[in-house]
């Protein structure tokens, strides 16, 4: 039987003897104090101190040592735990506090800062003159009518009296909407609303539709694949091309001024019939061009082009049901951006869609 072996001192030889504590000791603390933010913190504990951790896997040898021994490493480890924690606890703190600061400082507003100088943006003049266009006719009783963009080729052309081979087709350059045997064009006048009212609602109707309209045009000064028509559409008892003359030089007198009227010339559409040119008094020569000057914004005419009219063909009201023994009525379209143009000498027509909002603010703010 052999005695307790005198010589035998496991704290030299386990990881528990002085130095080897020292060693993880100086090594977590080192770790600890390397650590720059809390997120390098959590992985440092859980290295240096979680159950993992050299020193809990020494803390647990500790229970194999004989007792005096056990005493000692039992101290040593456990003073070296409470150095780390201890450690761990204050450097949590410092970062914290860091944190704090940091985050202050990123995440600081200047609440000094002038807050009413942010530019402002603006209403585009297109769109203020559509509504104060439709608001000329809703203050007459007429209502707003839409139609869709991608419009049905026969609401376009047919149901308007332009039938497939109608050479006047060919006058509007369409975008068609593919698969072709869907037969949808982008519309290329605000005219095909007029035959979508006709069907969905019984006379009289007095219909004012402004919209975007889409043709295969050039984008140069004076052209643009998408532009801008107002449409006008009556049906009723009654009615006459003197209501339509009427009408329209209401319409100018409110957009241009009293005095400002309009004058026809014969043309042809073939929704119409008769059909005739409106061209609009000038509002700034009012018609003495060329006698008085040459004036800039009639080019010396007196008169400026602004659209197309005429009464309602009756072909017309018979494809989209309307009885044209008992009903007719009255017509008309122009183009909002030219209107624009020529009202506030907008020299380039891209100008007004290019997306400069020092464009829009030069026309102020109207509500
Ligand atoms: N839709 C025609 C165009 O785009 C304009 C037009 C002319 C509309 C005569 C009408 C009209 O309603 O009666 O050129």
Redesign the pocket.
Known sequence: MSGPNSEYDPVQVTPLDEEHVNAMREEALAAIAAATDLEALKRVRAEHAGDRSPIALANREIGALPPQARKDAGQRVGQARGLINQALAQRQAELEIEAEARMLVEETVDVTLPWDRATQGARHPITTLSERIADVFVAMGWEVAEGPLVEAEWLNFDALNLGPDHPARTMQDTFWADPPEDHLVLR??T?PV?ARTMLTREPPIYVVCPGRVFRTDEYDATHSPMFH?V?GLVIDEGISMAHLKGTLDHFAESIFGPGIDTRFRPSY?P??EP?AEVDLRCFVCRGLSPAVDDCRTCKGEGWIEW????VVNPRVLTACGVDSDRYTGF???MGIDRTLMFRHGVADMRDMFEGDVRFSTAFGSEL
Request: with cysteine; net charge negative; proline share 0%.
């Open positions: 290329t006048h005219s007029q028509q449409e559409f929704f119409t059909s659209g197309g009219c005429g017509a008309f379209g």
